[in-house]
């Protein structure tokens, strides 16, 4: 395991299987953005969730009934069902925005921003 390993290990907690989606996490400005590879896939089919510390990625496409009595000899692009759960590990976030483009889902996660010279006042 590298350096940069280490470092995201620190941050986020993750397992990643076979049928995982897969995604990228970089650090940007004032938070962290989650790329993920989501191509052929709509907006409706795509669920974000955020529950106590855990984000959630969760795809669920199912078959136009069209496609299901069409005469296919061999199909692989059916019904997909793809799941990430990412552990922020008490990171305190303040906003989430996500979008979808060219088969990719973004969603930037925006830390709620520490005060370094906050005045205390005593009761």
């Given at each position: 395991?590298?350096?940069?390993?280490?470092?995201?290990?620190?941050?986020?907690?993750?397992?990643?299987?076979?049928?995982?989606?897969?995604?990228?996490?970089?650090?940007?400005?004032?938070?962290?953005?989650?790329?993920?590879?989501?191509?052929?896939?709509?907006?409706?089919?795509?669920?974000?969730?955020?529950?106590?510390?855990?984000?959630?990625?969760?795809?669920?496409?199912?078959?136009?009934?069209?496609?299901?009595?069409?005469?296919?000899?061999?199909?692989?692009?059916?019904?997909?069902?793809?799941?990430?759960?990412?552990?922020?590990?008490?990171?305190?976030?303040?906003?989430?925005?996500?979008?979808?483009?060219?088969?990719?889902?973004?969603i930037k996660l925006y830390e709620k921003a520490v005060e370094e010279n906050k005045k205390i006042e005593?009761?």
């Amino acid at each position: 395991m590298n350096f940069y390993n280490n470092i995201f290990d620190d941050f986020f907690e993750y397992e990643q299987r076979n049928n995982d989606l897969k995604i990228d996490i970089k650090k940007i400005e004032k938070g962290y953005e989650i790329v993920a590879a989501v191509a052929g896939v709509k907006k409706d089919d795509i669920s974000i969730n955020l529950d106590n510390d855990i984000l959630t990625i969760s795809v669920d496409q199912k078959d136009d009934e069209d496609k299901k009595n069409d005469n296919y000899i061999f199909r692989e692009i059916q019904n997909k069902k793809l799941k990430r759960k990412i552990q922020l590990n008490g990171m305190k976030i303040d906003n989430i925005e996500a979008s979808l483009d060219n088969g990719l889902l973004t969603i930037k996660l925006y830390e709620k921003a520490v005060e370094e010279n906050k005045k205390i006042e005593i009761k």
